[in-house]
Nanobody, 123 residues
Framework: QLQLVESGGGLVQPGGSLRLSCAASGFTLNDYVIGWFRQAPGKEREGVSC???????YSVDSMKGRFTISRDSAKNIVYLRMNSLKPEDTAVYSCAASASSYCSWRTYEYDYWGQGTQVTVSS
């Protein structure tokens, strides 16, 4: 079975850090584009960061310098390191896999989705 499972979310103070994990089973992450997305209450899902099968990495402008995506091929896990967190970063964060050869913020291009992990930034 092809599955993605996110973990690492939780409650963190403004300015704090979290590292989210996206673990794959049933397929190899290196063969896919892996994107991180988030959805805040009352808002549409938006792209956060992406890593292609070739290792090219992209982040949305508002997250550049704070969020870093990386991949551990041996463990078949993609991470999202989040620093300097702000209350507006509060959202459900999901990872997704696409068979495409390039990063995209179009959610319909992603074939597999995890269940999401809640990140709450509050004092």
């Amino acid at each position: 079975q092809l599955q993605l499972v996110e973990s690492g979310g939780g409650l963190v103070q403004p300015g704090g850090s979290l590292r989210l994990s996206c673990a794959a089973s049933g397929f190899t992450l290196n063969d896919y584009v892996i994107g991180w997305f988030r959805q805040a209450p009352g808002k549409e899902r938006e792209g956060v960061s992406c890593i292609s099968s070739s290792g090219m990495r992209y982040s949305v402008d508002s997250m550049k310098g704070r969020f870093t995506i990386s991949r551990d091929s041996a463990k078949n896990i993609v991470y999202l390191r989040m620093n300097s967190l702000k209350p507006e970063d509060t959202a459900v964060y999901s990872c997704a896999a696409s068979a495409s050869s390039y990063c995209s913020w179009r959610t319909y291009e992603y074939d597999y989705w995890g269940q999401g992990t809640q990140v709450t930034v509050s004092s």
